[in-house]
């Protein structure tokens, strides 16, 4: 099926990109090792472990306290609670309503006989069930939620990533993962998104997650983002530091002018559940 109409038009080499990947890589890296800590840490032990001076750390720190990821105490940072990605079965629950709609709407995107990536994404599990339907597809995904809901059905074939399973959300993870996935190449990459600003564009809350987000984007020939209207003009963590990879947003409501505006300079199409177009 083709893919719904919209007013923007084709990439151009001039796409809008988000801040530098150096300064962004580093925050990343920063905001990675408090998660592994707890939570907080000492300036000096951050130094220490990504190999940088302390000057450096309080430099980056300044940086994210001011986007609000983190908050800075005398020698030290730490991440705020309000900050925390809730658990995989919370954010299933989340907007229930809005992720059956958008998962029904890329779910006429795919057709029967497709090859796609799908995610471990809150929003892709709704796609999963949405593409029970549909016949022979071609399936590569590190999600054992999604293997488990499309495989040994309608004759689908079902790839699933290598590598350490996840507690908490049963995603596969890790060079195993990554390495995997390179030996695709696919119609459609589709994706969640924790938060999606006119800033930084899509952004996630783990850094494997993003790593892997990247690596599926970039083969496939389209890339959709599945993602209801609670993520616009929130933050997350990690940048997924390429908005000009992501072909269609999926979602259930037209995006706030600012962020259309970067959307459309991205020359994302944004299309809306109830078949709208969230074009300008």
Excluded: C
Excluded at 34 to 50: E, T
Aim: proline share 3%; net charge negative.
């Amino acid at each position: 099926m083709d893919l719904p109409q919209t007013e923007t038009g084709p990439k151009t080499a001039t796409d809008s990109r988000p801040e530098s990947r150096r300064a962004t890589q580093r925050e990343n890296e920063i905001l990675q090792e408090l998660r592994r800590s707890g939570g907080s840490s000492r300036i000096q032990n951050l130094a220490g472990r990504l190999k940088v001076s302390e000057e450096t750390i309080r430099r980056n720190l300044k940086s994210l306290a001011k986007e609000g990821l983190v908050r800075r105490v005398h020698g030290g940072a730490h991440l705020p609670d309000a900050r925390s990605e809730a658990s995989f079965q919370q954010r299933v629950d989340e907007n229930p309503d809005a992720k059956r709609r958008i998962a029904e709407k890329v779910a006429e995107i795919i057709e029967d006989g497709d090859s796609l990536f799908l995610d471990i994404g809150s929003t892709t599990s709704y796609i999963a069930q949405a593409l029970q339907h549909r016949r022979d597809l071609f399936v590569v995904t590190n999600s054992v939620s999604v293997a488990h809901t499309l495989a040994a059905r309608n004759g689908n074939r079902v790839f699933m990533a290598g590598g350490e399973l996840r507690a908490h959300d049963g995603g596969a993870f890790g060079v195993e993962a990554i390495e995997f996935v390179r030996r695709f190449q696919v119609e459609y990459a589709v994706l969640s998104a924790a938060a999606i600003n006119a800033a930084s564009g899509f952004m996630l809350f783990d850094l494997q997650e993003a790593e892997f987000s990247r690596e599926i984007m970039r083969r496939a020939k389209t890339s959709i983002v599945a993602a209801d209207s609670s993520k616009f003009d929130h933050r997350a963590p990690i940048s997924v530091d390429a908005p000009s990879l992501v072909d269609v947003l999926v979602t259930d409501s037209a995006p706030p002018e600012e962020l259309k505006a970067a959307l459309n300079a991205w020359s994302v199409d944004v299309v809306l559940a109830d078949g709208g177009s969230g074009a300008s």
